[in-house]
């Protein structure tokens, strides 16, 4: 089932972009709450319209965030955490918050929602998706360190 999000949705998308999923999800949680909509044709041409006028006014954004993220890459972002004694395993895992904070301390500050990570349970490096804009994604790396 395709949608078009009203709003920003946590791990599915950003506002006004066309999304698929079950339709369990989109009938019962994400139209009812006023999150979505039905992708039908008429409205998928206004959305386009929407979008068209909107990138005019995006482009200043846009052109920040592509600027961040040439900047982002570069960055030496170490995550401290707690590891048994001896070993490489960590008490837990490394969460997109403790990501986003250490992002905060270099100067960058970053929703947390748009931050995708996978299960990191050892020492190591590691890369991040960060999603500063619709049309702007990209690849950060970092470093997971023994306190």
């Known amino acids: 089932m395709d949608i078009i999000l009203l ?17 369990g999800y989109g009938r019962n949680f994400l ?31 846009i052109a920040q965030m592509n600027k961040t993220a040439e900047a ?3 960055l030496d972002i170490n ?6 004694e001896g070993g490489t395993k960590l008490f837990g895992s490394i969460t997109t918050a403790q990501f986003t904070d250490a992002l905060a301390e270099l100067g960058h500050d970053i929703d947390k929602r748009f931050v995708k990570l996978t299960t990191i349970k050892e020492l190591g490096k590691y890369e991040a998706e960060v999603r500063l804009h619709r049309s702007v994604k990209v690849t950060v ?7």
Not at 43 to 60: F, G, I, M, P, W
Not at 141 to 147: C, D, K, L, Q, S
């Open 31 to 61: 139209i009812p709450s006023g999150k979505a909509i039905l992708a039908t044709e008429s409205a998928t041409k206004v959305l386009a319209e929407n979008l068209r006028q909107q990138e005019q006014k995006d482009s200043k954004i």
């Open 141 to 147: 790396p970092f470093n997971v360190v023994a306190e």
């Open 72 to 74: 982002l890459p570069s």
């Open 7 to 23: 709003e920003n949705v946590e791990k599915l998308g950003f506002k006004n972009e066309i999304v698929k999923v079950k339709a």
């Open 79 to 84: 995550i401290k955490a707690k590891v048994a």
